[in-house]
C-alpha cells in the first residue's frame, strides 16, 4: 500500500465571509441609488472587495479545473512561497515593489504588514511580527497561497502561507500525540481523513491517487482491532518533540503522523 506523499520543501514562510462581500457590494449599490433614473452610472468596486470576491469563487474555479492544471496550480504556488522566501532573505528587492498596486487602504495595511512580517522571518534572530492572516479560517487561507488571479501580492502570499502551515503543525501536533504503541489508533487515521476531506481541490492534488482509501483501509483495520489490542499510552510531551521540523510543509506533516500511527498500530 503505497501512501507516501512527495512535495516541493518550501520555507515558511481576516476572516473572510459571504456577508462581509455583501457588504462591500451594498456600499458600492447604495452609492448609485441615490442617482436619478435615466442618469448614466458607473459602480465602482473597491480594490478589498474584490479581494474577497476573489477569496469567495477560489474553490468554485479549482472545481472546474483538470488534474493536471490543479497539480500545475499547486506546484507553481510552492514553488512561488520558496521563490519568495529566498529573495527577502537574501536582500535583493524595493519594498514599494512588493506592496499592492492600489489606493486602498485596507489592501495597503495588509499588504505592508504581510511584508513586514515576512522580512521579520529572514532575520537572524527570527523578529516574530504579528502575521496578518492570524486566525483566518484555512481554506480562506489555502486560496490566498495558491491565487491564480494576480489579486495578492508575493508577500501576502508567503504571510497566509505561514498561518496555514502554523495551523497545520498544531492540528498535527494534536493528532501525534494521540498515537498510542500498539493500541487504537482508529481516531488519528480517522483524523487524517477529516483533515484530507477539507482541503481545497488544489491541495488534495498534491496526493497519490487512492490516498484516502488507502487511509480509510488503515482506520477499518483498527476498528477491528481495537478489541483485543491494550492501550500503551506514552506522553504528550515525548511526541511533540520528536513531531515535526521547522518549516516542515503540511504533506511531510501529515506523512509523519501516518507513519508513526500506521507503525505503532502494529506494534506488538
Excluded at 39 to 64: D, F, G, K
Excluded at 86 to 103: E, F, H, S, V, W
Excluded at 195 to 207: G, I, Q, R, T
Amino acid at each position: 500500500m503505497d501512501i507516501s506523499i512527495k512535495t516541493y520543501q518550501a520555507g515558511t514562510t481576516a476572516k473572510v465571509s459571504a456577508q462581509e462581500i455583501v457588504r462591500a457590494e451594498t456600499s458600492a449599490d447604495s452609492s448609485s441609488d441615490s442617482l436619478s433614473p435615466g442618469t448614466a452610472q458607473t459602480v465602482s468596486i473597491s480594490n478589498s472587495a474584490r479581494a474577497l470576491y476573489s477569496l469567495s469563487s477560489s474553490s468554485e474555479r479549482q472545481v472546474s479545473m483538470s488534474e493536471s492544471d490543479l497539480k500545475a496550480l499547486y506546484a507553481k504556488g510552492q514553488k512561488d512561497i520558496y521563490n519568495f522566501g529566498q529573495r527577502i532573505a537574501g536582500g535583493n528587492y524595493n519594498k514599494q515593489d512588493m506592496l499592492p498596486k492600489t489606493d486602498d487602504p485596507d489592501r495597503l495595511a495588509s499588504g505592508q504588514k504581510s511584508l513586514d512580517y515576512s522580512i521579520g522571518r529572514s532575520q537572524v534572530p527570527t523578529e516574530n511580527l504579528p502575521d496578518p492572516f492570524e486566525g483566518m479560517a484555512r481554506n480562506g487561507l489555502s486560496a490566498i497561497v495558491y491565487d491564480d488571479t494576480g489579486t495578492y501580492t508575493d508577500a501576502e502570499r508567503y504571510a497566509a502561507y505561514g498561518e496555514l502551515s502554523k495551523q497545520d503543525e498544531a492540528y498535527f501536533s494534536t493528532l501525534y500525540a494521540n498515537i498510542t504503541n500498539g493500541g487504537d489508533n482508529s481516531e488519528v487515521f480517522k483524523g487524517i481523513m477529516d483533515y484530507f476531506d477539507n482541503l481545497p481541490a488544489v491541495e488534495k492534488s498534491a496526493y497519490p491517487d487512492g490516498f484516502r482509501n488507502s487511509i480509510d483501509s488503515l482506520y477499518q483495520e483498527q476498528i477491528e482491532q481495537s478489541g483485543p489490542l491494550a492501550l500503551i499510552n506514552r506522553s504528550t510531551e515525548e511526541y511533540l518533540e520528536k513531531s515535526f521540523s521547522k518549516g516542515q510543509s503540511s504533506e511531510n506533516m501529515l506523512q509523519a503522523v501516518l507513519e508513526k500511527a500506521a507503525d505503532l498500530s502494529t506494534a506488538q
